[in-house]
């Protein structure tokens, strides 16, 4: 068993709160990501995990055992870092053994988990290189090697792909996803950047000021986002949010509408919400309209490239169930009654009562 349980874990710097008192379960054989800004507590979770800070309070369980006040060659996981702390006069070979030479482990084993690794990674024609003799994403195959020769359960990932070129940290990201379901180990990887969360892991958990915001499937955080601040980070562009209010919708003080940018469909002026087209970005298959409504901003997504020009007076309409509601707090709005997310506006024009183009 490997799967990792925190309950109520927390880590304190002077007065400030780095980690509040977080409840997470990693089931056995998944890849868990720990995803948001910086300084929302990511890193520091991982390292209380690993054993590199000692938690100030709750408890850390990796395959059923406390491991809370164990060092961290006690705690059997393996980790990978953001620098890739390669031996600069050692060569791969080298590099991916030395944590077993130094553990004792006899030479033929350590030969055997080298070709293992070698084969997985792609390894085995540059064992006998430098690291200054290796591109960036081979380095990062080396520090993956070095994890892998451990052969532990749990493997730790702390943004290792952040030094890579967007080409690569693709390749990689695909990589280690597949290299993680051929082991079968339980790896919780840390990130800031959204697509590798989403496109990699079992389960995404988005902290915010050393608490979990939400956690979930990714499609569960970008479909039904728990609050404002979910909704405004997954999704790139992310929810549009705007005051119901400017819209003409009932509900509450300062509750906001969110509308995804890829739900929004646009028309000709006079035909749904009025909005003037502030900018364009084309992206080839798709383009960005910035559009703007009684002074609040948003974006709508449409396929190929847009017809409209910055200036340009167009509508915007979208089917009542793409809509989210969020109240002045941030925290979504229950469906149901008075309240319901996807309650009738007051000025039906906004709204498609059918599918586009129907």
Request: with cysteine; net charge neutral.
């Amino acid at each position: 068993m490997s799967a990792i349980e925190l309950d109520a874990l927390s880590k304190r710097w002077q007065s400030c709160a780095a980690v509040d008192g977080i409840s997470l379960h990693c089931p056995q054989g998944e890849l868990v990501a720990l995803l948001g800004p910086s300084g929302c507590g990511k890193s520091t979770t991982l390292r209380l995990i690993a054993g590199l800070e000692m938690a100030d309070g709750g408890h850390i369980r990796i395959g059923g055992r406390e491991v809370t006040h164990l060092p961290p060659a006690a705690r059997g996981v393996a980790m990978v870092f953001q620098s890739y702390a390669l031996f600069p006069h050692l060569n791969v070979a080298d590099n991916i053994t030395f944590g077993l030479k130094v553990r004792g482990v006899d030479a033929a084993e350590r030969q055997r988990r080298l070709a293992r690794s070698a084969e997985l990674l792609g390894l085995g024609a540059l064992l006998a290189r430098k690291p200054a003799e290796l591109s960036g994403g081979q380095r990062q195959r080396v520090a993956l090697g070095r994890a892998i020769v451990a052969e532990a359960p749990v493997c730790l990932m702390d943004e290792p792909l952040s030094n890579l070129d967007a080409q690569l940290r693709q390749q990689m990201r695909s990589e280690i996803r597949a290299l993680q379901q051929r082991l079968g180990m339980t790896m919780i990887y840390v990130t800031h950047d959204q697509t590798e969360a989403m496109t990699m892991a079992d389960r995404v958990v988005l902290m915010r000021g050393g608490r979990i915001e939400q956690q979930g499937r990714p499609d569960e955080l970008y479909e039904r986002p728990a609050s404002a601040f979910v909704a405004g980070f997954i999704g790139a562009p992310p929810m549009n949010l705007l005051p119901l209010a400017v819209l003409g919708h009932h509900g509450g003080a300062d509750e906001r509408l969110g509308i995804r940018p890829e739900h929004l469909h646009v028309g000709a002026s006079g035909d749904g919400l009025e909005a003037e087209v502030v900018a364009l970005e084309y992206l080839g298959a798709e383009s960005m309209l910035i559009l703007q409504h009684a002074g609040h901003r948003f974006v709508a997504r449409i396929n190929g490239r847009a017809r409209q020009r910055a200036g340009d007076r167009i509508s915007v309409r979208w089917l009542p169930e793409h809509e989210h509601r969020f109240a002045g707090d941030g925290v979504r709005v229950a469906e149901g009654g008075s309240d319901d997310s996807r309650a009738a506006p007051t000025s039906t024009p906004t709204l498609l009562t059918q599918p586009a183009g129907a």
